[in-house]
């Protein structure tokens, strides 16, 4: 009876963090949830969640029920490059001795399990438990946690499928700038946030002499090129050599239609706007 009636309250548990993440389709909202559900079936434990902003960088904590004290950095010395075996062992992350090192010297305990997080066939990070002396509630089997860190992979899964198709309509088809109404929709946010802060705002814009002649002359495959070529420019701040000019994450380049392009400049007078336009 006793091993039935903890079953019965795990499978209640489980039922009611999955529901707590089908709540919801923002990436920061299911860590905490994720963390807290892991925490709570675990016990109490302290839990962590580690994620990749992308296949390049480095493992970062993106939310956690306790906070390491001192930490220097939410990054950790790893990226999915330095796990043992690479993408094809991500499964086996659990085993990696070098990441449950490190685990136990930031957030001062040792792990004592860690949950590899794959979402839509890509290694998305890891949850970790770690033990904590005293106090501790009844853990959840291991299986019920597995249960949860699938629920988890899922609702992040769903997330980055919503937070996609958002950005799709947002975007223009054939540069990947955002697209008229996003820009319209933006400039009037962004007009009404510099009335209230008193903070300067600027505005360029960006015309291609000679396209339709261009397009007439070589065809619109070449008219087409064109056109990337010069979004790619916009968007990559790698093109400009002084730190001045380069495009902020505030800043907003914008297609505008046709040949015609954008850029809203918050927080940028006007000298440092011309100079940043030419």
Known sequence: NQALTR??????????????????????????????????????????????????????????????????????PFGLADVPGGRAAFAELSEWQGLRAELASRHGMPAVAVHPLVVGGEPYGFLAAFAEAGGRRAEAGAGTVAQFVAAVATAL??????????????????????????????????????????????LLFFDIDHFKSLNDKHGHPVGDRVLTTFAEILRNSSRVSDARFKLRNDDIAARYGGEEFCLILPETARSDAKQKGE
């Open 7 to 76: 079953l019965a309250a795990e499978m209640a548990a489980l039922q009611d963090w999955s529901r707590r993440l089908a709540l919801s389709l923002d990436a920061e909202i299911l860590h905490k949830t994720a963390v807290d559900g892991l925490s709570a079936l675990s016990g109490g434990r302290v839990a962590a969640i580690y994620t990749l902003p992308d296949p390049r960088s480095k493992f970062a904590l993106t939310g956690v029920t306790a906070a390491p004290e001192n930490l220097a950095s939410s990054e950790l």
């Open 157 to 202: 899964g769903n997330a980055l499928l919503y937070r996609a198709v958002a950005e799709a309509t947002l975007r223009d088809g054939l540069t990947g700038l955002y697209n008229h109404r996003y820009f319209q929709e933006r400039l009037v946010a962004e007009i009404s946030r510099a009335e209230r802060s008193g903070k300067p705002l600027s």
